[in-house]
């Protein structure tokens, strides 16, 4: 279902974890929250989820407010048909697999035969349907992080949200559970919210991206469209650009370097004079000498 939030802020005393923020995620939309540790995506995903109470805003999923601070509404977590998945292993070690993820339709009132059809239909989709009768702490990382998918899908959940749930495992595995999450995210076409603070997690799970920095979102957009035109300097060097150079905004389409004066011709796409000239070294060329050799590569390439 649709989320949408408008006007977010969470102050914990008199710091701001979250400042004013509008966001939506569309129907069976994968968003990705990006940013560094500390600027507020916890914060965000626990504010949607109820578990934190925002100082101020509104909150809807599929169109219903379940958070308005202007008429009072505020509904408990287990009432907006919410899955969360977190960073840390938040399964019951002493229960099994299976277990673990018929509880909480235990809890839901749920039948048993309706209960063992929909915990190993979801076990199905995350691999784990021979582990159903395993003992959770005899699990690895990868496959506690599995069981904890699979009991958050079990539950049909409206909204997905995950809070850097593979940040805990080893580099392959984190990428092979990555693809795998993007794969299930487009079959069940669930809407979700993933944070992360990794770009190239971002980058492969994301429809769109939502960059965040000090509490607000600064910039949203497709994966290639972030990644082209990062909307300021700062993202930029967040996203891994190593040249960041002072530059003033000249005639037409040309910029001049402060520190040397020398003229480049580039398209800024900011506004304002004093810029900043961002170049992946993967976008350089070295060409021959002569630079109408160069430009005219520069020119097919801008065809494309
Ligand atoms: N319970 C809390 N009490 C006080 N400050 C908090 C609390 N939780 C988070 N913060 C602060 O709010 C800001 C945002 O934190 P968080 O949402 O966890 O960021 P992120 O998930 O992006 O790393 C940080 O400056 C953090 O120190
Ligand atoms: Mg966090």
């Known amino acids: 279902m649709k989320v949408e939030v408008h006007g977010l802020t969470l102050t914990y005393g008199d710091a701001v974890a ?4 509008d966001l939506t995620v569309d129907e069976g939309e994968s968003l990705v929250l ?8 916890t914060s965000t995903m626990r504010c949607i989820a109820g578990l934190e109470t925002p100082t101020s805003g509104v ?13 009072g ?9 919410i899955g969360m998945v977190f960073q840390s292993y938040a399964i019951w070690p002493h229960m099994t697999v299976f277990e673990n993820v018929a509880f909480p339709l235990r809890m ?29 702490s005899l699990l690895s990382g990868g496959q506690m992080q599995r069981v904890a998918l699979a009991r958050s899908l079990a539950m049909q959940p409206s909204v997905l949200l995950l809070d850097e749930p593979l940040s805990n495992l080893d580099a392959r595995l984190r990428h092979r559970l990555r693809m795998e999450l993007r794969e299930l995210q487009l079959r069940l076409g ?27 979102i600064v910039q949203i ?15 930029a060097e967040f996203l891994g650009v190593d040249n960041i150079i002072p530059v003033t905004r000249e005639d037409g389409s040309c910029v ?10 580039v398209e800024p796409y900011a506004e304002g004079g004093d810029l900043r000239l961002c170049v992946r070294a993967e976008d350089v060329v070295l060409g021959p000498e002569s630079t109408e050799a160069v430009s005219y590569r520069h020119l097919k390439k801008k065809k494309r």
């Not at 990006?34 to 995506?41: A, H, N, T």
């Open 18 to 21: 979250v400042s004013d923020l």
């Open 34 to 41: 990006l940013g560094q540790s500390g600027c507020g995506k």
């Open 59 to 71: 909150i809807s999923i599929g169109g219903r407010p379940v958070f308005d601070s202007g008429s």
């Open 73 to 81: 509404v505020n509904r408990a977590p287990n009432k907006r048909n």
């Open 108 to 136: 839901k009132g749920r039948k048993g035969a309706e209960i063992r059809a929909a915990v190993r239909e979801t076990l199905e989709l995350v691999g784990l349907d021979h582990l159903a009768d395993r003992g959770a």
């Open 190 to 216: 669930v809407t979700s919210m993933y944070v992360t603070h990794d770009q190239d997690e971002a980058l492969a799970l994301a429809d769109r991206i939502a960059l965040m920095q000090s509490g607000r």
């Open 221 to 235: 957009g497709t994966p290639p469209e972030i990644y082209a035109q990062p909307g300021s300097a700062s993202i």
């Open 256 to 265: 001049r370097l402060t520190a040397t004066g020398q003229k480049v011709a």
